[in-house]
């Protein structure tokens, strides 16, 4: 039968554990919507129109980042429990997951840069063209960069370092808001784009240096340098024929996969994923 009573030790240790996860999660999402905030401030008579224009190319961004929340929440137990005993298999499902995560947001970014213009056109209209366009051109080359400090966010906290992670984040926010109070102010919502690319790059490396204390060192280019050369091929059929796009899309990604496994992209152990799956 339960029986009532007040543990107050073990009240204070899930406090002081868990806190720092909302604090986290309040400057994540604090971080990643900065720039659309600051965009009408400092534009003045444009900023309402250039903050119209910013919001549009985020609706897409933002069902795109749905793709590697699913897959980091539903790898997340796996992670805690290798955190606990077993730090060489967390280091290997985390080089595992990061691999499938880069070689899948590569291709992404590139189909939605090169088509920019119908993707606005099917969420905004045609009042939105160029200029959300053009942003979502640069502003989607951030994605597999926040593929990456998705995943590695997780891990760390897995390997209980989320108290660092609020430094971390708080380091980045102030990047993100130096840095875009003075790319805005010159270049609108294209420098707020840049900006945003930046930024994860100022969250890695400090997540980075702690899953090196933590957890242990990641093959950075092995994980970009292959599907990197890959989507140099999958671009091909996108810019040069001509292609309509029901043709050149599905071209584009079986050029990417056949270009992966030339190069041996795929190790023994995706294999045995891939197997494992099909049952």
Known sequence: RPVRGWAPQAWRGLMWDA????????????????????????????GDAETGYYNVAYKFIDGLLILP????????????????????????????????????????????????EPIILAFGGSAYLPFSAVALQILIWFLPFSFVNGLLQYVLIAAGRQHALTRAFLAAMLFNLVANFFAIRSYGIYGAAAVTILSEWALMLPFYRLLRES??????????????????????????????FWLAIPSSVLLYAAVLL??????????????????
């Open 19 to 46: 806190f720092p996860l909302m604090i986290n999660e309040f400057l994540a999402t604090a971080f990643f919507r900065l720039d659309q905030i600051m965009i009408d401030p400092l534009r003045g008579e444009r």
């Open 69 to 116: 929340s699913s897959f980091t929440l539903a790898i997340f137990p796996v992670m805690s429990r290798y955190a606990q005993g077993a730090p060489d298999a967390l280091l290997r499902a985390t080089v595992l997951s990061l691999r499938w995560l880069v070689m899948l947001s590569l291709p992404i970014a590139l189909l939605t840069m090169r088509y920019a």
């Open 262 to 279: 030339l190069l041996r992209a795929f190790t023994p152990e995706d294999r045995a994923v891939v197997a494992r799956l099909r049952g």
């Open 215 to 244: 957890v242990g060192d990641i093959p950075w280019l092995g994980l970009f340098g292959r599907p990197t050369l890959a989507m140099g091929a999958a671009a091909v059929p996108l810019w040069i024929g001509g292609l309509p």
